[in-house]
Nanobody, 114 residues
């Protein structure tokens, strides 16, 4: 059974940092493309960061230079380091794995406010 479980969200003041984790099980993480999306109320779901099995990384323009995606295949975990957070980063952050098919987690809420 495939599971993706996100954690690390919470409340942070503008300018602060958070580190999100996506713990996977049941997939070959080393062969998967992993993506982080976010969904804010009233807005379209946005792909913010991705990392392929070969290590190719891409970011949306809105987070480029502030967010860092990484993976630890031995731990089955993907990370999203979020720095210099802004109120507009407030959203539900969801992890997605692409391995044979798509698998989604349930997300972790990030709230940036003063």
């Amino acid at each position: 059974q495939v599971q993706l479980v996100e954690s690390g969200g919470g409340w942070v003041q503008p300018g602060g940092s958070l580190r999100l984790l996506c713990k996977t099980s049941g997939i070959k993480l080393g062969l998967s493309t992993m993506e982080w999306y976010r969904q804010a109320p009233g807005k379209q779901r946005e792909l913010v960061a991705s990392i392929t099995a070969g290590g190719i990384i891409d970011y949306s323009q809105s987070v480029e230079g502030r967010f860092i995606i990484s993976r630890d295949n031995t731990r089955g975990t993907v990370y999203l380091q979020m720095n210099a957070l802004r109120p507009e980063d407030t959203a539900l952050y969801v992890c997605k794995a692409i391995w044979l098919t798509d698998y989604w987690g349930r997300g972790t809420q990030v709230t940036v406010s003063s």
